[in-house]
């Protein structure tokens, strides 16, 4: 009768070992403590905020050709989604064909950002 306790006692461990392998991640990544500070983002980021280092138009296409949908400010910040080749600019010494899709579908030219002429939006439309 002992060993067919100590047999059970064994099952029974063994299964809940299993139970407790099949409910654990299989390689969990370690969390951060609670107090320490996440680590600003990378300039570079696939979506997000874009900020204008002057003042200029917004498009509706990513050309001059295209019509103005509104002018922001200098320090605006918008979301840009993507970028893309479009027309040629040349305005405040710089002259450059890339422009930032906005969330909102217009396109601002990459030559009124801050930062690169993305703006710091990895993602190509």
Known sequence: MRTSITKALITAAAGLVLAGAAAAPAAAAPAAA????????????ATGNITTWIQGNVRKGAS?????????????QLMGVCWLTGGTVDANGISHNTWVKLSDGNYIWGGLLKGDTKG?????C
Do not use: E, F, L, W
């Not at 001059?64 to 605006?76: E, G």
């Not at 710091?120 to 190509?124: F, P």
């Open 120 to 124: 710091g939006i990895s993602t190509k």
């Open 34 to 45: 609670p107090h320490q500070a996440r680590t600003a983002p990378a300039v570079t980021t």
């Open 64 to 76: 001059t050709s295209y019509d103005i949908a509104y002018t922001v400010t200098a320090n605006q």
